[in-house]
C-alpha cells in the first residue's frame, strides 16, 4: 500500500509502542530489618542519630515525602548503621510522638514549628538579673508546656546578682517547681545539684533567651558538650545567640536511669497561635472541675460574665491567687509586648 494510505484492516493490526517502565505497585518495602533510633540533631537535610551508643548519620528516606523529623523523634532505620566515618543511613519510619513542643513565630502566624518532640519537662531557664526577667516570657513558656503536657521546671540563675524570692512569688500558687542557682566566690555553680536531681531519668527541654546562662549549665551538666556561651550587651541587655540548633545531650549515667537533656538556641520570640484556652485549663483540673457549668464558648478570662472561676472564689472554693495565676496565663496568649 503506498505510504501514508491506511485502511481498516490496518488499525486492527496496529501496536501501539509501549513506554519501557516499570509497573506501579501500591506495595512498599516492610522493612523487617529496620532498627531503632532518637534522632539528636537536625542538619540541613542530614540527622545525627543515636543508636544502641553509637553515633548514626541518615537521611530521610523518599517515602517519607515532606513529614518532618526533628530532634527527639523516635525513628526507624535501615542501610548502613555502623557509624564509620562516610556511613550514610536512611530514616524509613518516625514513630508516634508522645508530645510535641511547638511555638509560631508570632500570634498570628499560621505555621507551628515544632521545637522537639517525645520530651517529657520543659526547663525554663531565666537570670534574676544581667538581663532582667521577663515574666510575660515565662508566662508564655509555661502555656507552651501545659499545652503540649510537658511539666514545667524554672530554673532562676544568678541569684547572687537578686533575691528570687519576689519572681517566685508570682508563679509559687500556680504550682511551678524551681530550682535556683548562682556561682560561688571559686567559680563553681551553687544548685546544680538540684537541677541534676530534676533531670535524672527525664527527657528534658531546656530553653531561655539569650544571656541567661542556659548553655553554661549544659557545659556543667554535661561536660563534653562544649556548647558556645556569650555575653549579655550592656546597652541593650540582651545576651547574644550562641546555639544555633537544638542538640539532645544525653546525661552521664548514675545508679538509675540518667535521662537527657535537649538545649535549644535561644527564644525571644514564643508565638501562642496555637494554643486555645480549653486546652490549656485541662493543665489545671482542680480549677476545671470549677468551669463545668460556664456558658458555651467561655474563656475564663476576667471579664467573661457568669465564669464558674469567678463563683468558685466567691463561694471559697478556689484560691484567688492561683485563679488570678492562671488568667494572667490567658492574658500572655494576647500580649504580644514580651
Not at 542538619?43 to 528516606?61: E, N, Y
Not at 531557664?125 to 502555656?143: C, F, G, K, Y
Not at 542557682?181 to 567559680?187: E, K, P
Request: net charge negative; charged share 30%; with cysteine.
Amino acid at each position: 500500500m503506498p505510504r501514508g494510505r491506511y485502511d481498516e484492516n490496518d488499525v486492527e493490526h496496529y501496536d501501539r509502542p509501549r513506554r519501557h517502565t516499570r509497573p506501579r505497585t501500591k506495595e512498599r518495602p516492610s522493612y523487617d530489618d529496620a532498627v531503632d533510633a532518637v534522632v539528636t540533631t537536625v542538619d540541613r537535610g542530614r540527622f545525627t542519630l543515636l543508636l544502641d551508643g553509637r553515633t548514626v548519620t541518615a537521611m530521610k528516606a523518599r517515602p517519607l515525602g515532606r513529614k518532618g523529623v526533628v530532634v527527639g523523634d523516635r525513628v526507624r532505620v535501615v542501610g548502613d548503621v555502623s557509624g564509620a566515618e562516610g556511613s550514610l543511613a536512611r530514616i524509613v519510619e518516625v514513630t508516634a510522638r508522645t508530645t510535641v513542643l511547638r511555638r509560631t513565630a508570632d500570634d498570628d502566624d499560621p505555621v507551628e514549628r515544632v521545637i522537639v518532640a517525645n520530651a517529657d519537662q520543659l526547663v525554663v531557664v531565666t537570670a534574676l538579673a544581667d538581663p532582667e526577667p521577663r515574666s510575660r516570657w515565662i508566662d508564655r513558656a509555661l502555656v507552651a508546656a501545659y499545652d503540649a503536657g510537658l511539666d514545667p521546671l524554672l530554673c532562676l540563675t544568678k541569684a547572687d546578682l537578686e533575691d528570687p524570692e519576689t519572681l517566685l512569688s508570682t508563679y509559687r500558687s500556680l504550682g511551678v517547681p524551681w530550682v535556683v542557682t548562682h556561682r560561688d566566690a571559686d567559680g563553681r555553680i551553687v544548685g546544680l545539684d538540684d537541677l541534676a536531681e530534676r533531670l535524672a531519668g527525664r527527657a528534658s527541654v531546656m530553653i531561655g533567651t539569650s544571656g541567661v546562662g542556659k548553655s553554661t549549665l549544659v557545659n556543667a551538666l554535661v561536660p563534653h558538650a562544649r556548647r558556645e556561651t556569650g555575653h549579655v550587651n550592656a546597652v541593650t541587655g540582651q545576651g547574644r545567640h550562641t546555639s544555633t540548633s537544638a542538640v539532645m545531650l544525653p546525661l552521664p549515667g548514675s545508679d538509675g536511669p540518667a535521662g537527657s537533656i535537649v538545649d535549644t538556641p535561644g527564644i525571644r520570640s514564643f508565638g501562642l497561635a496555637h494554643v486555645q484556652p480549653e486546652h490549656l485549663i485541662e493543665a489545671f483540673p482542680d480549677l476545671d472541675e470549677m468551669t463545668e457549668d460556664c456558658p458555651r464558648g467561655c474563656t475564663h478570662a476576667a471579664d467573661e460574665p457568669e465564669c464558674g472561676l469567678d463563683e468558685a472564689v466567691a463561694s471559697g472554693q478556689a484560691d484567688p491567687e492561683r485563679v488570678a495565676s492562671f488568667r494572667r496565663l490567658l492574658d500572655a496568649r494576647s500580649v504580644t509586648d514580651y
